[in-house]
């Protein structure tokens, strides 16, 4: 435990990433909606593999079939649950695995844990493949977020040190997402954009990987939302976001560069914008004491590079105590920064939907 | 919600900086441990207000009284309970606040939230004041896992940009931890600690405040902790570190540093020492796919400064919605980075408990 | 674990009976409510010892400090923690019991759980005292649920054999509550109650105990409230109400009598009332399908005879696993039932509380 | 919320009786376990309809799919997910309903909390094929606790009335399960069963339906398991019991009994039996303070009169707040109480799982 998240709505997702199906079960979805199920399509086929140079060449439709919590595409109170088969599985590819973790993957930890039951095909439950689901529940999530006018984007923010312009924090808005939804490789700069996909193709070329980093803004937050201490915004949010694989750090507003600042500096000072309170800079992120303020909610997560490169590695082999070399087979992404993107954007839609749900600013139905 | 962490143990944090009295109902402690009383009051003496100059001069005892959960100073299985009175509180000071938010304070946000019903008397349930009862759950959790062999230590990583050295992530033993824990300003290196102090004291004599990075490392955890997804080790820690008010982002391993290098510099190559499988580097934070891999597991925490500064601010007043200037007064940390040391150990050390009780692999007692 | 109880509202209970104190730390409550204290006292002094020739003949004050969550009286967000100082303990009375548990107390089992770490003292956080808190809490939402226009009381409707009557389940009213609730032996026929008394007043005398049944009935609730399946109300009224020590069995509406009867019989026929619908009849004591009908919810609860009898009983000695006579010693009810009746109710709303936050149908505040 | 029940296992139970299928998502399983499924299907058979004259003619084979959590039949450690489609549905039974409630079933309560939006067909989330998932998820963790020397079984306390013999409590032992499981009509005394089948009989060929109670018992539990308040063993197995639709009870011990009996009847007097503490009676039904005693664990819940019958009854049109006259159509048992005997060993067999993981008493693996 656990592989599901949320207390007033509840994704529960499972599978591996070989086993006969992955999917997702979610629990608490405001009854009487109707799922857009080529917007969701959309939504999924941003994260989903084989469609470019930098994506691994595992092809797979992952067209979700939902089995319960649907009438007639309209969401009915009981739990819906979407499921995903797996098709274009080569097992062979990793059968070799079992005696010879693969570096930074999760194999040698699973074998510590499950002493050997885990299914280690593709990486099993610890697979980027189980974030197909995590993505079903958060495209619904940003569905009905949309309803209350909530809006969320995020862009890659930098990959192999290559960096991309950043979200003005305090003035982001919907505009600024046009762009990024629609864009298979989403920056706001075109130029840089164009620098992280060769430094992609060279790393691929030479059979390594790069890293990077996502951004993500959430518009339309209403003031009020979250709570003290361990329930605050920046909880929820990374307490899920660290459920994307490769995730090893989040950091709100201006995160960790507020750490080098004065209290002068870093403090947002408020005005009013009307009959609404602002703050002229956005440092906090659109968070304070863990509750939002009204400001778009800022937050960035580092992703690190694909740890599957045709490079040989040391490993050991764990029947024999001994150290080896490794090759891994198989087919990788040189770079998941890309296909990350939708994935943030789905774990921020479902910790926003939960705090909603549990605030009393829900709006209608329900 | 939610004021309470955790599932195999359950830490409820109560009371806000001017209430009777602040204090933690901590559930699910094993039985049969006898508290070392000398040695909390050491831990909770670390982040302990009114001791030197980059505190706040609010002095207080800051004594527990164990209201349940011992007999004889042993927990006997039920629910423990600590209480801590709040003498020296001068609400005057804050009498003000209610119409004129505190930029970067809870103040405004919990406005919204709360509507005005919301405690504000020196930030009410947002004070740092409620890291007291983090800091006695946390360091009765330290001495419980000691016994299990694991050991956690904090030091300020860095301070208004000045940087101390950092642990050697693969290499970090209970050696560097001697240092630390016995030092009210905790710091691998002293010359850099002193340059800190001068930044310190330099941001007081100006009204100002400064930020800073606090680094983690957890010794002795056995490979094989946590759980896949959303329990994996960062998520659980992310969610209660998060709870420390004033942290704006957290990285595990080499965080946020992963995304400018390629997999082939960033893998953590596999060897056996003896009858161990260990990785030549630690950039993994020792936790792979959420689980701990035996390494010593790294984290960093970013603080932000203190945002009560002396400096004239702007803010605007609630009930007139017009833009106001405001001087907050009473009594504040320059920078609090020293004292949320032990809170983010303490921190650390529920996270971990929680896991572990969850596991089968807490050895003894229960 | 678990002490504490909800998901919406969260009520965790500490102490034992003969700690420093006992308590409630309330998370979820909404803000901005005034706690009518006079109500409260009252409603605490119904299950207050030392009143009458059935109850212990401890006496205690059991007037609870506010710790934290009120301002000036007023619920402002923060958990609500309130304590009861344990003052007239006689500890020796349990010093022998370590080695010889009372036959149907908690003393076996609980040795066998916690290996001789438990407090035994007056059983400890087993102690029937704990009911206490409970009633905190409960009395709180007793006053919260009163301004959403829901009402509950109990009744006794045994004991040792001896009936009240039943409350009419179909057309139970606020009227029927009236005689209730004043009367510290809270019966609907007087004349049984006075059987009941003489019941009691013999098995005292006789050194004995007696138990009995507890009626409740909550008005007003709104149609639409709970959950399927694990969140019904049945589900969530019955995990709080066997919190209540010596409770042994729960059954709602005509409960076991259900069983003897056929579909024809027991299905209660829909009448429309105007613009509300209605049953003619109220077997299902109103829940289906876990659902609130908008009948009034009735339940009932068996209370066993305290197990605390000055008769001598046959006993083991668990270090000498030798069978031993033993005869109680200590204070104790002959029937708890009549000091059971405001905990049944403080448990059903503390159940009513957290179902109605979770769904959508609390009104106002918050 | 909440169709998922446990903590240290969760069962989330998905589908409605006319979706696509019905399924349980099960996290939590200890790996490294074989599920023999033979065993399985023969325990998911006694629940399985249109078997006999006492139940419903619908014919569906119900062998379930398992989609992940699973590696060549072992159990892996990531979330176990099986999957039974429905085919034999027809819905046009059901087309009228959505106006016209079901006098004691869902329907009602179901409109008025998701005001139409529900599922009615075949009763949707609430029909009782959806224990069909709960008997896969408890007949898995009978075949885990068999393991651990725990067994279960339940039998039909009574129908219409007629009783069954009941277990003796403080000797039942698992020669009087052998009788049991291999039963489709699982009684002690044969005789009953027949006059119990006559009753059936007589009241399908009039339309109507009859109640009844299942009396369930659990052997080899160890001493200690199960936690004070609200996680006692009656809250849990309650909280779950509740789930199964129809239950209006739940018992324990000598259950309502107790209410008629004084203290030195009730009370069950320790012996020693070896080195073991026993008690000569067993009113308490193997559950002290919430925790096991190591006596058999015997509870018995009332199943209310199916509501399904042909007889006309009174309803009420919603849509016109008429009163009107209904005829159910579709397929339905005159009584559940035989197909619901599993369905309550499946529900016990999940709260003692998800104890027991809690607890430190699992023994080996995970």
Redesign the interface.
């Known amino acids: 435990?656990?592989?599901?998240?949320g207390?007033?709505i509840?994704v529960?997702?499972?599978?591996?990433s070989h086993?006969?199906?992955?999917?997702v079960?979610i629990?608490?979805l405001p009854?009487?909606h109707r799922i857009d199920m080529e917007e969701l399509g959309f939504f999924l086929s941003r994260r989903a593999p084989g469609q470019n140079s930098y994506s691994t060449s595992r092809r797979e439709p992952d067209v979700p079939?939902?089995?319960?919590?649907?009438?007639g595409g309209?969401?009915?109170?009981?739990?819906?649950?979407a499921?995903i088969r797996n098709t274009d599985t080569r097992s062979s590819d990793y059968s070799g695995l079992f005696d010879l973790?693969r570096?930074?993957?999760?194999?040698?930890?699973?074998q510590?844990?499950?002493?050997?039951?885990?299914?280690v095909?593709g990486g099993?439950?610890?697979s980027g493949r189980?974030t197909a689901p995590l993505c079903i529940a958060g495209g619904i999530c940003v569905q009905l977020l949309k309803k209350q006018g909530i809006e969320i984007a995020a862009h890659i923010a930098?990959?192999?040190?290559v960096s991309d312009a950043l979200f003005d924090m305090a003035n982001v808005s919907t505009e600024d997402f046009k762009a990024l939804s629609a864009n298979a490789f989403p920056v706001l700069n075109a130029e840089s954009g164009k620098e992280m996909l060769k430094l992609i193709e060279k790393?691929k070329a030479e059979g390594?990987?790069?890293?990077?980093?996502i951004e993500c803004a959430i518009l339309g937050l209403?003031?009020?939302?979250?709570?003290?201490?361990?329930?605050?915004m920046?909880?929820?949010i990374?307490?899920?976001v660290?459920?994307i694989?490769a995730?090893?750090?989040?950091?709100?507003?201006?995160?960790?560069a507020?750490?080098?600042?004065?209290?002068?500096?870093?403090?947002?000072?408020?005005?009013?914008d009307g009959?609404t309170?602002k703050?002229?800079t956005n440092?906090?992120?659109g968070?304070?004491?863990?509750?939002?303020?009204?400001m778009p909610l800022i937050f960035r997560a580092?992703?690190?590079?694909?740890?599957?490169?045709s490079?040989e590695?040391?490993?050991?082999s764990?029947s024999k105590?001994?150290?080896r070399k490794l090759k891994v087979k198989g087919r990788h992404d040189p770079c998941i920064v890309p296909r990350a993107v939708p994935c943030v954007e789905a774990a921020a839609a479902i910790a926003v939907m939960d705090a909603l749900l549990?605030?009393?600013m829900?709006k209608g139905?329900?």
């Not at 590695?313 to 050991?316: E, I, K, L, R």
Request: aromatic share 10%; net charge negative.
């Open positions: 435990m656990s592989s599901s998240y207390k007033n509840r529960s997702i499972f599978g591996q086993s006969e199906g992955i999917g079960c629990e608490g009854p009487g079939e939902f089995l319960s919590g649907l009438v309209v969401t009915c109170g009981a739990p819906l649950t499921l973790p570096p930074s993957h999760a194999d040698f930890a699973a510590m844990k499950f002493k050997g039951a885990q299914d095909r099993g439950h610890f189980l930098s990959i192999g040190g790393a390594d990987s790069v890293g990077g980093i209403p003031a009020g939302l979250g709570d003290p201490m361990f329930d605050g920046e909880n929820r990374a307490s899920i660290f459920g694989p995730v090893k750090g989040i950091e709100f507003g201006n995160g960790f507020c750490a080098a600042l004065r209290g002068s500096e870093n403090n947002d000072a408020f005005y009013t009959e309170v703050t002229k440092n906090h992120g968070i304070l004491g863990g509750i939002s303020s009204g580092a992703i690190k590079p694909t740890p599957s490169i490079i590695q040391d490993s050991v764990l105590m001994e150290n549990e605030s009393k829900y139905g329900y």
